[in-house]
């Protein structure tokens, strides 16, 4: 099957079309002045009536008169539904992930969102909390013919439309990043969004059949009704090609079995030479590590940024 035509096929299976975007009605809440930086605090709608809230991180000295590259962090699950765009913006969490203030220090105009079911986007109602809500909300969706997958990749597709509009943005150098949950949602929004030039993922290739074998429960966007039918994880993060993809992995990271994943960077290589893009695709797997942003992990997105976006 044709890249486009599987693409059809992903679209079909994630739960259909996505809407025609709408106003964003951007609200600026806070503005906190950082060293080097500042952080906004603001709003703005994936849906109508569904306020994301996000941090954007702008570099001093960035401005309409002087653009900058950007890059949208899509941030982890952990089980750590109390955090969200926190973390890479490096106001709570662990250090490690505080890759938002790292890429703004470098130049880098960085928007954190909150996913659905983390920190502000937890139940508004307050009946259920963390593990329940999500659950809850992957369940609705699955009812409705959809999966949490589609609306996780119709709140990124938005992310890059708030970034596209923000003047300090040179809006053909955009990029996204995320550990763990935050790289399933790269290779999720990949194939639906051309805007953004270079995409990073750490720590989380887990295929279905590695998934199945190993009896892994991974969080709800890994999952996509049907499209064993079409292919696994690796042929949804293929259909990015041939813009610039780039995966760190953990030799021993057991949310992502090292075998499994090493089968599906080679599905993914195919795909890019078939694309005519080879050189747009690499991988690193560090030896004797697991499920974290290593030093040598954090070097190679960082030059792989520096490369891509100029």
């Known amino acids: 099957m044709k890249p486009d035509e599987l693409r059809?096929?992903?679209?079909?299976c994630l739960g259909g079309?996505?809407?025609e975007p709408g106003p964003l009605n951007?609200?600026?809440r806070e503005m906190i002045q950082k060293d080097g930086y500042r952080i906004e605090s603001l709003t703005y709608e994936?849906?109508?009536?569904?306020?994301v809230p996000?941090?954007?991180?702008?570099?001093?000295?960035?401005n309409k008169n002087s653009a900058a590259?950007?890059?949208a962090i899509w941030h982890q699950h952990a089980g750590q539904w109390h955090l969200g765009k926190s973390e890479p913006a490096g106001l709570d969490g662990a250090e490690m992930h505080h890759t938002g203030v790292a890429l703004a220090k470098e130049g880098f105009v960085v928007l954190c969102p909150d996913a659905l079911c983390f920190e502000e986007r937890q139940d508004p109602e307050k009946k259920l909390k963390g593990g329940n809500y999500e659950r809850y909300e992957f369940l609705r969706?699955?009812?409705n013919g959809k999966s949490m997958a589609w609306k996780n990749t119709l709140d990124m597709r938005r992310a890059v439309d708030f970034l596209t509009e923000r003047p300090e943005v040179d809006s053909e150098n955009i990029g996204c990043y995320g550990h763990s949950m935050g790289s399933t949602h790269t290779w999720l929004v990949g194939p639906h969004e051309p805007r953004l030039k270079a995409l990073v993922g750490n720590c989380c290739l887990p295929t279905y059949s590695a998934i199945h074998d190993a009896k892994l429960l991974h969080c709800f966007p890994n999952f996509v009704p049907g499209w064993?039918?079409?292919g696994d994880t690796p042929e949804m993060a293929g259909l990015i090609a041939p813009r610039a993809l780039h995966l760190n992995l953990g030799e021993t990271d057991r949310g992502s079995p090292i075998e499994h994943a090493r089968d599906g960077i080679r599905r993914i290589e195919k795909m890019y030479e078939a694309a005519g893009a080879a050189d747009q695709f690499s991988f690193f797997i560090e030896p004797e590590t697991g499920h974290v942003l290593s030093e040598d992990m954090w070097g190679r997105t960082l030059s792989f940024f520096k490369k891509h976006l100029a």
């Open 141 to 143: 969706y699955v009812v």
């Open 8 to 12: 059809v096929k992903l679209v079909d």
């Open 46 to 51: 994936a849906e109508p009536g569904d306020p």
């Open 54 to 62: 996000a941090l954007l991180l702008v570099p001093d000295g960035v």
């Open 69 to 71: 590259p950007a890059v």
């Open 26 to 28: 951007p609200k600026t």
């Open 17 to 19: 079309q996505f809407p």
């Open 228 to 230: 064993l039918e079409y």
